[in-house]
């Protein structure tokens, strides 16, 4: 008979000793317990998973802010032992003075399980995974202790940590121009291994994050960047060749030669970019005449404002922005973005003209359209897409 909480790792994804963990842990503060602790020293490991690393000082916040639950019933309290009796289990490894570490795949368990007990509503005063994001990045604003480099990196994880729950976007651009900062010094100082194990770490924290949003774990309107799967790609092959190991099978499929990983920051219009290596290229099996034959040519439309309606979209032109992005990182022949006022019914037609005429037979040309669309008739399945000098008088000024 399993001592777990029900539904707890649906998926059995945990290691036979990760699971005797949380079943020692279970067994020991809930099953025996219960008229003492309740669910409460459950709820408190659930909610220290969250950050990556852990402190005596954070985990005593993390109770004092969310130790009220309910538990169907009535209204309960998490038992203030359960700061001592977690970091003293074994949910937990010290691995410096008064820092503590959790196993990633314990981790992932423990905050798929609190997702879902709080979506099933079960748990009537459970917060959500959010809300401790937050109260996260609040406490990180006040952490300081006497080593000023051990304080950044401690505060570095554990932001990157919630922003990929809360604000996935942000964190996605503060690990990209980490890991080019870290790439560009271990290139110019090959022999210091610390920017060596500065990328490795970064690559780490890349891929426990896309660990994370395989498993749906972020707030619930929080959209992945579009190119955070390449970038975990990209992590994931060089971390094994930084390690010795074979990185081609995690490229394989991918359009890499002469490759770039490109972030895009279309406000201040600058973009960074990390080359794959040479030697890596050579190893992969790839078909050049096939590549040479194929390629692409993009034109994305989003329009916000129109000319002619007073009703402003709102989403457009950062979806098209978004999805010009990701055709920049694989690397398009042509790609042409016209954005609000600059998409007029005659500058859409002369660039899908320009486009098309530099295309060839075997080439591909992708059009993207974010804003109005209109149907010309009730009888008429096809619409046509409004332009920014459009109106709902003049679908004309629009292309079918």
């Known amino acids: 008979m399993e001592i777990l909480p029900y539904n707890f790792d649906p998926q059995r994804t945990l290691s036979p000793m990760e699971r005797y963990k949380v079943e020692f842990y279970y067994q020991r503060f809930v099953v025996e ?12 490991a659930c909610y220290a998973a969250l950050p990556v690393l852990m402190t005596p000082d954070l985990l005593y916040k993390l109770w004092l802010n969310f130790s009220d639950y309910n538990d169907g019933s009535r209204p309960q309290r998490i038992n203030r032992l359960a700061v001592a009796d ?3 289990s074994p949910m937990f490894s010290e691995i410096g ?11 992932n368990a423990l905050l798929a399980w609190w997702q879902e007990e709080k979506r099933s509503s079960k748990w009537v005063r459970l ?3 959010e809300e401790v994001a937050w109260f996260l990045l609040d406490y990180l604003k006040t952490y300081s202790t006497r080593n000023s480099a051990a304080d950044q990196a401690f505060r570095e994880a554990q932001e990157w940590m919630a922003l990929s729950y809360v604000e996935p976007q942000s964190a996605y651009r503060q690990l990209v121009k980490a890991l080019a900062d870290a790439s560009s010094k271990a290139k110019a100082n090959p022999d210091d291994q610390s920017f060596l194990a500065e990328k490795l770490r970064l690559m780490e924290t890349i891929g426990r994050m896309e660990q994370r949003y ?5 707030e619930k309107t929080a959209q992945v960047p579009t190119g955070f799967n390449m970038l975990a790609g990209y992590a994931g092959a060089m971390k094994n060749q930084l390690a010795g190991m074979d990185a081609t099978n995690l490229l394989e499929g991918m359009d890499l030669k002469g490759m770039q990983h490109v972030l895009s920051d279309t406000a201040s219009e ?11 290229l050579g190893d992969l099996k790839t078909d050049e005449e096939d590549r040479e034959a194929s390629k692409l040519y993009a034109l994305i439309i989003g329009i916000n404002d129109y000319q002619y309606f007073s009703q402003k979209l709102s989403g457009c032109v950062k979806d098209a922005e978004t999805l010009a992005t990701a055709i920049r990182a694989v690397d398009a022949a042509g790609l042409e973005v016209l954005l609000d006022g600059k998409a007029t019914k005659s500058n859409v037609e002369e660039k899908i003209r320009e486009l ?7 080439d591909r040309l992708f059009i993207a359209f974010f804003g109005h669309n209109m149907a010309v008739s009730t009888d008429d399945e096809q619409s046509t ?7 709902e008088q003049n679908t004309k000024v629009g292309i079918r």
Do not use: C, W
């Open 356 to 362: 098309a005429a530099q295309a060839k037979p075997n």
């Open 86 to 88: 977690l970091l003293l």
């Open 214 to 218: 395989k498993l749906e774990l972020k």
């Open 97 to 107: 003075q008064e820092t503590f570490e959790m196993s990633n795949p314990l981790r």
């Open 127 to 129: 917060p959500d995974l």
């Open 270 to 280: 600058t973009a960074i970019s990390f080359p794959v290596p040479e030697k890596m």
């Open 385 to 391: 897409l409004l332009m920014a000098d459009s109106s």
């Open 33 to 44: 317990r219960y008229r003492e602790y309740g669910d409460g020293h459950f709820l408190l």
